[in-house]
């Protein structure tokens, strides 16, 4: 099973470098120069070019790439035109903001999504099962900056019982991990009901219930160790989708994580940041969908005999 | 699923009573979808927002740019169903050109990514071999950086313009596309129809464009009607950004932005544009389901 995951560790290689290549096409596609951007509208002709020589500006594009893929290969993702801080510094800096969010959506999203779940799935056919199904695709297709900013006319404004932003004590974490976990808690909850429904049909489950296993063990034991698989799959892929969730998150509720990072580097033209920031965001997803594989082993046995008999 | 040729009858000048009982594939598609009470809701209220957004200048009872101070963040009432925002510009008017940006924009994204992935997915499919490798290994590195992110990224560079954030958002979605079409391609390819097409000498290109493509539809529509709801809400979120559309254009994530200044006073800004694009999407979901149970009953249970 080690060397299944040395393999696919050694294939998250190929596409980094190709999001590295995929980033640094689209960063130098832009149409202002960054030293005109660094030294402001007064700069003279001459200054700019000096620093266009000093940043390598006037290299052809491949080495330019070369040296950016060099150096990050060492850890060094160059400087922030910004603020002139190593990038991977500022980037690890903000990432445990990041993370945070991110986790707790998640969370959020499991523990809403999967009783939600299976709660339609058992009570299928039923007003019970109507209500949840809505409520999955209201929340599969309301837009999470407005829910973001619906909470907070309803809980900063209305009601004052949260704060609106920053990024300090346990109550500045409710409405940002609502945000971000909604959409997912929506696709958790309609991927479980259907996978529910394919496994209450399942001869083993009506083997279970004939042996007079209690409703209660059958639904735990029997119905959703096999349900979590799929659930899995999708919670996985869209925690990746999640972490690109964070740039609305962390701007609506002004908290200093990686997202904003981008979009304020984005709006400031401050290259170094887009291409460092875009890598790491990629490297997480990467590592995220290897974790989700050594889930699956974990959660099913079937799987981790395969893995063994690849040996 | 592939919607077969094969069920079109090989005579069919065979008499009427065979071509009656075999309709083709898409009647009986809509006959299943008609049955569908959401589904059909959802057609209609997409049908709705098409009208809504054709007929706007019908339908507005202001024009949408035009500013008056004197009548600024007022509350709704009869005379300004929504309000009115800042500028004194009605809300209600604004809400209804909005449509326009939102659904030309979820469209044209769409069929960029749509085009261009459908294109690579066949010919990978069609292909195999090494090219087929690196088209999804290209894919693959797409899909490693979050769709919203990579949207970003390229508004970012390209410059913020409505055919930029249609290519951003387009450029996006392209892995799915590229992956559904190829799915259904290796299936339909080694089909008896396409070895047929093969044995006449027609080419590939009119092979892919006239066998395969048509039997990849069905997966190619559900995708792209989910696909335009998606487009939709990042197109929003990239305008509320301020990445996509900007003021003073009537675009509901750019009005939802400017609003968010006034969420103490004037809460109305932000709700009716937010309810708006969750209307639109929430129905295009809803369409897209039902479809998807309809040219797959199999899926349904």
Redesign the interface.
Known sequence: MLRYFTKRLIFLI???L??SI??FA??H???GDPAEVMLGPSATQEDIGKLREQLGLTKPLYVQYWIFLTNALKGDLGRSIKSNAPVLEEILERFPATLTLASLGMLFAITVGLPLGVLAALKQNTWVDALCSFFA??G????N??VG??L??LLS?TIPILPSSGFDSWKNLIMPTIVLGIQTMAVIARMTRSSM??VI?QDYVRTARAKGISDRLVLTRHILTNVMIPVVTIAGIYF??S???V??TE?IFSIPGL?RL??DA??A?DYPV?QGG?LF??LC??IVNLLVDLLYAVLDPRIKAQYRSAK | MTMNEKTVPASSGSGGALREKRRSPWWEVWRRLRRNKAAVAGMTVVILLLFVAVFAPLIAPYDPNQTNIKIRLQPPSAEHLMGTDNFGRDMFSRVIYGSRISLYVGFIAVGIGAVFGGILGAVGGYYGGRLDNFIM??M???L???????A???V????TSLLNLMIAVGISQLPRYARVVRASTLTVRGQEFVEAAKAIGASDTRIILENILPNCMAPIIVQSTLGV?QAI?AA??LS????GIQPPTAEW?SM?SSG?QF??NA?YL??F??VA??IV??AL??FG?GLRDSLDPKLR?
């Not at chain 2, 490693?144 to 990579?150: D, F, K, T, V």
């Open positions: 190929p596409v980094l190709g999001v995929v980033i689209i960063v596609l832009a149409p695709l209201v599969f297709s309301i837009p900056f407005w900013l619906m907070m006319l404004i429904l394919e049909r990746g989708h972490l690109g969730g740039v609305i701007t997202g981008i979009v984005i709006r033209q887009v875009v965001f990629a997803v990467g | 290994r290209c693959d590195v797409l490693a950086i979050p769709q919203i992110i990579l970003i990224a390229i970012g560079a390209l410059g709801a809400l929003a979120t509320f950004l301020g990445l994530g939802l968010r969420l103490r809460p932000t709700f544009p937010g694009i969750s999407v929430l979901n809803i389901d249970q």
